[in-house]
Each structure stands twice: as C-alpha cells, then as structure tokens.
C-alpha cells in the first residue's frame, strides 16, 4: 500500500521555478482534506503531463497547480514547503466523468449524491457531469436544476456539473430552453427511444434539430442516446423472441440497425443547420455498435460537423458470448455485442475515432434487476460502475498498449473540454488541482472484502472479476479527498454552473 509522508522539500534540479516559491506552508484548518496544508508539492517518477511522462514534482497552492517541475528526488533541501512523495505510482490528472446517474433529488435509493461521489473518489473520478433522469423530478428546467443543485449541498465529495434534459415539452420552446441553460446546465441530453423513465420522454430528429439553434447560441453541446426503436420487420416480436434468461434474447430486442438509424439522423441533423446553428455540437454517448454505426460518425467527422462520440468500459470489457444465463448485472442499453465488436472498438478507440470514455454508472436498488427471475427482458437496464473505471480501463486496454497519456486523453482532457471546464482535464500550470494517484501493477479483486462504496455493492457487472490498477488517492482542488480507503471528513466538493 503507498502511504503518504509529509517531507522537508525536496531540492528539485534545473528549475527557475523555485526563485518565486515562499517558504511557508499554511496550514489548512478545514475538514475538506486529509492533507492539512494549503501549499504543498506531490512528488512521483511518473507524472501524466500533456507534454509526457515525466518525474518530477507538481506544486499545489490553494487549490491551484502553481507550477509542474521536472527533476529528481533529493532530501534534505533547503527550498521551505511540504512534499507528499508518492514514488513510482502514477500522478495523472482526476478522471472526468460526463456520464453517470447519482439519481438525487427523488430516487437517492438508488445511489444518491454522497455514496454516489464516495465512490467516485475511491476510483480517481475528480469532477462527473450527473445525466438529467432517473433522478425526480427529471432536470428539464430551471426549477428542476436548482431542486437538484440544492440536493447536492454537503453531499458531494467531488465536483458535480449538471446536463439539462431536452424533452418534447421544452423542444420548441426557446425561452424554457434558455432559462434552462442561463441556471447553469452545461448541455443537454436527449433519448431518441423511450427512456424508461416516465417524466422524461424521447424526442425525434425534429426535436433535436430545433434545440441545436439555441445551444449554439450557448456554445453548449447536445449530447444523445441514439437507438431508435424500428418497427417489427427490423427485429423479432416479443413472442417469438425465446426464453427471456437467456442474454441472446435480450441481445435481438437491440440490434445495431437501432444505433445506426439513430446517429444516420444525428448527422443529418448536423449538416442540415451547419449553416445556420454554427457552434452547435452532438456528442453521441454509449457507442456500442462498432460497425455501420461507427462508419457513420467516421463520415460525418470528416466533413467538418461538429461531432464526438464516447463509448464505456463495459463494451470494451464484457462479451455477449461470455454474460451468464439469468445474470442481468450485465443488463445494459445498447447491450454489450459479441466479441468481435468489442476488438472493432478497441482498434477504434487507439486510432482516435472514439473521442472518449465515461461510465455511464447507471444503478438501482437490487430488486429492479429481478435476480431471482433472471428476466433479461423485465430487468432495470444499467452497469454500476463509477468505482471501477480508471482500474478497468487499464486492465483491459494493456494487451492493447494503451499509454498513459491515451488515459489521460480519453478520461480527462477531452471530456473536460466537451464539458466546457477549461481549468480540468491536464496536470497543467494555473489548472484546479484535480489529480489521481495509482498503481498500475497492484491487483485486486473485487469481492466481499474489498470496499465498494456505491450504495448497493452486489449490483455491479464487476463483482467478482481481477482487476490491476490501484487508486491510492485522490486530489479534488488541492483537498486530498480519499487516501488508501479513507476520505476526508466533509463533503466539500463544488456544484460546477456554466456562465451564462
């Protein structure tokens, strides 16, 4: 396990960095951290920098990165400060999350804000973006915005944005639209299928395409579930479709042809207002289909639209050949295809034609997922997750050769960017101190003895499976907010509200 130590300064080589530096070292008297100082440096031989891998030091100074320097380890320094020396682990800059559902206010049986953020910080998420639904009431105004930032209050061990929902009953109506943007929202999100949840319904290419002209104005994205549900000759009837444990069942009630009827709308979407929406932007979540649906978006980028595209770890971990009969843990929409397309993804996710990756943490209370029943056809949808992520994504992606900087790209730097959050992303000068440190060669196993910190623990399709990549700590604005199991005292994580 790597501990924390707190050092004399160390003497760091080849900089004139060090002639501003003050040789004080506040102490902070808040319970936001476990680290009780204000200005400090964290040390490590391997620390993810846009500009590479490098040892050295990153000085933090109330909540700041106020410089990133290159050298080696020497004790005994004369230049005053703190030092917390993490070694060989991994410095990389906090997680991004734009895609998880801590449904609060209204659903907090479900997950919730504390245990929901909790978790994050155990998996080296610094600041997640919470989806507008399975919360209640839906995000879809700005009533409904403010209700769910009021929710968050001393509850958020991380920092939380928020995405506005784009529904029928505010499509077309510029003024709800605005307002909602104007509270905060930082986008929007829409389902171009139902939803499963009643108070936010799906919305068509004619809804979509209205909205992009407001959010252009914002400079805000629209980000879309994109299957559409095709009539009964695209896919089997429920009668005929067999026996409802098996996972191949509920595999034929999604088929691709629903991803890519969906994103072949998106783009027309896009090239129809290009001309009149300038700014607007669609960032497809959950790419599952990496065949037509993919080609689809590769065509589109290379006209000029404004498009990205995320895909999650459980598409890139989990095949359909290998989901158990009856185990709707792994119950997901779109669902996780065969193996084939999981190599599909992976090659398109090293090539650079999936921009990013979320985790798209979905839970609910355990008797939604009818383990008993096995049912994959009556089962809530949705792969709890947020813990896992940084350690699953590493896992999976090494037989790939996957680097640490293509982590810190897909994690943070382009989900921060979509996010419109210029101060996250990179271990950077002048950047919020948002940094994970962990170990990508210890091993666990996710089991009854090792502490998961979602609300429901047994829910999760990880449950069981070895993974590599330890967190040992995380750094949320200069608080070290969770070391080796232990988070700080008080919730102090930020609601973060877009500037109008």
């Given at each position: 396990m790597w501990r924390w130590r707190v050092l004399p300064l160390l003497s760091l080589v080849a900089s004139v960095l060090f002639l501003y530096i003050r040789t004080s070292s506040k102490p902070s008297n808040s319970d936001c951290s476990l680290l009780p100082h204000e200005h400090y440096w964290i040390y490590s031989k391997r620390i993810v920098t846009p500009e590479g891998v490098l040892a050295g030091a990153v000085e933090v100074r109330e909540g700041f990165i106020a410089s990133v320097v290159r050298g080696d380890y020497q004790p005994g320094g004369s230049v005053g400060g703190r030092v917390v020396d993490y070694g060989e682990a991994i410095i990389m800059p906090g997680l991004v999350d734009v895609h998880a559902h801590l449904d609060e206010p209204g659903r907090t049986e479900w997950e919730g804000f504390s245990s929901g953020t909790?978790?994050?910080a155990a998996g080296g998420v610094t600041t997640l973006i919470d989806m507008p639904l399975n919360n209640f009431p839906s995000t879809v105004s700005e009533e409904t915005l403010k209700l769910k930032v009021e929710a968050t209050r001393k509850k958020i061990y991380v920092d939380v944005g928020f995405w506005g929902g784009l529904v029928p009953d505010n499509a077309f109506n510029k003024n709800a639209l605005e307002s909602l943007l104007k509270a905060g929202a930082l986008g929007l999100k829409s389902f171009m299928c139902p939803s499963g949840i009643n108070d936010f319904p799906m919305t068509n290419a004619t809804h979509i395409k209205e909205s992009l002209?407001?959010?252009?104005?914002?400079?805000?994205?629209?980000?879309?579930?994109?299957?559409?549900?095709?009539?009964?000759?695209?896919?089997?009837?429920?009668?005929?479709?067999?026996?409802?444990?098996?996972?191949?069942?509920?595999?034929?009630?999604?088929?691709?042809?629903?991803?890519?009827?969906?994103?072949?709308?998106?783009?027309?979407?896009?090239?129809?207002?290009?001309?009149?929406?300038?700014?607007?932007?669609?960032?497809?979540?959950?790419?599952?289909?990496?065949?037509?649906?993919?080609?689809?978006?590769?065509?589109?980028?290379?006209?000029?639209?404004?498009?990205?595209?995320?895909?999650?770890?459980?598409?890139?971990?989990?095949?359909?050949?290998?989901?158990?009969?009856?185990?709707?843990?792994?119950?997901?929409?779109?669902?996780?295809?065969?193996?084939?397309?999981?190599?599909k993804l992976w090659e398109a996710l090293m090539e650079g034609h999936i921009d990013m990756l979320s985790s798209d943490h979905s839970?609910?209370?355990?008797?939604?997922?009818?383990?008993?029943?096995?049912?994959?056809?009556?089962?809530?949808?949705?792969?709890?997750?947020?813990?896992?992520?940084?350690?699953?994504?590493?896992?999976?992606?090494?037989?790939?050769?996957?680097?640490?900087?293509?982590?810190?790209?897909?994690?943070?730097?382009?989900?921060?960017?979509?996010?419109?959050?210029e101060l996250k992303g990179a271990i950077r000068r002048g950047n919020h101190a948002d940094l994970v440190v962990w170990d990508p060669d210890a091993e666990f196993e996710i089991n009854e003895s090792h502490t998961i910190f979602h609300k429901h623990q047994n829910i999760s399709a990880y449950v069981g499976k070895r993974l590599s990549g330890k967190v040992s700590a995380t750094f949320v604005r200069g608080n070290l907010v969770y070391s080796e199991g232990e988070h700080a005292p008080t919730a102090c994580g930020v609601p973060i509200l877009a500037k109008s």
């Open positions: 909790r978790a994050a002209y407001t959010l252009a104005k914002y400079k805000r994205p629209l980000l879309v579930h994109a299957e559409i549900q095709l009539d009964s000759s695209s896919a089997e009837s429920i009668d005929d479709l067999g026996d409802s444990r098996l996972y191949s069942t509920y595999l034929k009630t999604r088929p691709p042809s629903w991803e890519v009827a969906a994103i072949r709308q998106l783009t027309e979407a896009l090239q129809n207002t290009r001309n009149d929406a300038k700014g607007a932007h669609i960032h497809v979540v959950h790419l599952s289909d990496a065949r037509a649906s993919l080609d689809l978006i590769k065509e589109a980028k290379g006209t000029g639209v404004s498009l990205s595209v995320e895909t999650c770890p459980h598409y890139l971990a989990f095949t359909a050949e290998d989901i158990p009969n009856g185990d709707t843990r792994f119950k997901c929409a779109p669902p996780i295809r065969d193996g084939a397309n999981k190599e839970p609910s209370t355990p008797d939604l997922k009818l383990f008993n029943e096995g049912d994959f056809l009556r089962a809530w949808g949705g792969i709890s997750s947020l813990q896992f992520v940084l350690p699953v994504t590493w896992t999976y992606g090494k037989q790939y050769g996957v680097t640490l900087n293509q982590l810190a790209s897909w994690w943070s730097e382009k989900p921060a960017k979509l996010a419109g959050q």
